[in-house]
């Protein structure tokens, strides 16, 4: 009996040892972009970068983005909950988020998770993170721009941290981006048509006030429909290294999607 017990004690050890090492190291010299699986350019990975180093200096709340090609059998928010234990993403005070990317194959889905950790949960919680997923990340990845997907998201997480705007209105003001095509589509099919073809005998109202007021709302709706890009928080520019990792206690939530 103790020969039985010694041996499945041995197994579930082995099996730890084995799951345990599935969990990517940081890579070297260590940095806050990851890119196992390649998805990014040299260009992309350094203005992510030096984009998450200012932040992190300013703000001690650290965003690391891991991309791995393969899970390895993990469920995306046990890895990222992984990664962000073992690494110590967010410091002692676990301020910090884990976004893991898995590319779509022909094989298998796309994955992506945003695992927040303790100290950043009253910021971003698990509702938004969903809705960060589903508004910032995954019609960017459904279109082959992965970077930025990545990039809106993690200037979505900056402001919400930041407190350069609320949840609510960050809901806001995707609702109003989603909005905006309807209305370009009026005003340039249906709006001009009417108004240019009621002036087309007189050419001189033209440059009047009658056409300003329509070109107007033309760039009003444009602009409305653009998703807000990598701006947020003025994080964009600055240079320096990574100080690296330490501490941390885990994730406190997140979510993710898959396309």
């Known amino acids: 009996m103790k020969s039985i017990k010694t041996y499945i004690l041995a197994l579930l050890l082995l099996m730890g040892a084995f799951t345990h090492a599935q969990v990517p190291k940081p890579m070297k010299p260590v940095r806050l972009v990851n890119d196992f699986a390649g998805v990014f350019s040299k260009s992309e990975q350094n203005r992510l970068e030096q984009k998450l180093i200012r932040f992190d200096s300013e703000t001690s709340t650290q965003i ?46 796309g994955e992506v998770f945003i695992t927040t950790g303790y100290g950043v949960e009253q910021f971003v919680t698990d509702a938004l993170a969903k809705k960060i997923v589903e508004y910032d990340m995954i019609p960017n990845f459904k279109s082959g721009n992965i970077f930025k997907g990545i990039d809106v998201a993690t ?80 994080f964009n520019s600055g240079g320096g290294s990574f100080g690296g990792f330490g501490g941390g206690l885990g994730g406190g939530g997140g979510a993710g999607g898959s396309w």
């Open 64 to 109: 690391a983005i891991v991309t791995m090609k393969d899970l390895d059998g993990y469920a995306p928010q046990d890895m990222a909950t992984r990664i962000m234990e073992e690494w110590g993403v967010g410091g002692k005070e676990n301020n910090g988020f884990v976004i893991l990317f898995k590319p779509k194959t022909s094989t298998s889905n």
């Open 155 to 234: 200037s979505s997480l900056i402001s919400l941290t930041t407190g350069e705007f609320t949840g609510s209105q960050y809901l806001e003001s995707r609702k109003k981006s989603a909005g905006g095509f309807p209305w370009l589509f009026f005003l340039v099919f249906i709006v001009f048509p009417i108004l240019f073809g009621r002036r087309r005998r007189n050419v001189s109202s033209m440059s009047g006030r009658g056409s300003s007021l329509p070109f107007w709302l033309l760039l009003g709706a444009m602009g409305s429909g653009r998703s807000h890009g990598g701006s947020f928080g003025n």
